[in-house]
């Protein structure tokens, strides 16, 4: 996508234990990757992870895939 590597305006961001698969590759490319966690009350974070796995229902298919790659 022509994106630059060095860029360091430019990183990629994803909530820890999501699509760690593409975190790996995205840095192993060289790009900048980081994992967040959330954190609060247990009543409003439920409801944000719940809507974070429904978005990303097809991601978590591959974390098999993603458990092999972080083995590597």
Do not use: C, W
């Not at 990757?33 to 809507?51: A, D, F, N, Q």
């Amino acid at each position: 996508m022509g994106i630059g590597k060095g860029d360091r305006n430019l990183q990629f961001a994803q909530l820890m234990g999501m699509a760690d698969g593409l975190s790996l590759g995205l840095r192993n490319a060289g790009f900048q990757v980081s994992k967040y966690l959330s954190y609060g009350p247990v009543e409003h974070i439920i409801p944000y992870l719940i809507r974070r796995a429904e978005e990303n229902r097809g991601l978590l298919s591959a974390s098999t895939f993603d458990r092999q790659l972080l083995r590597k």
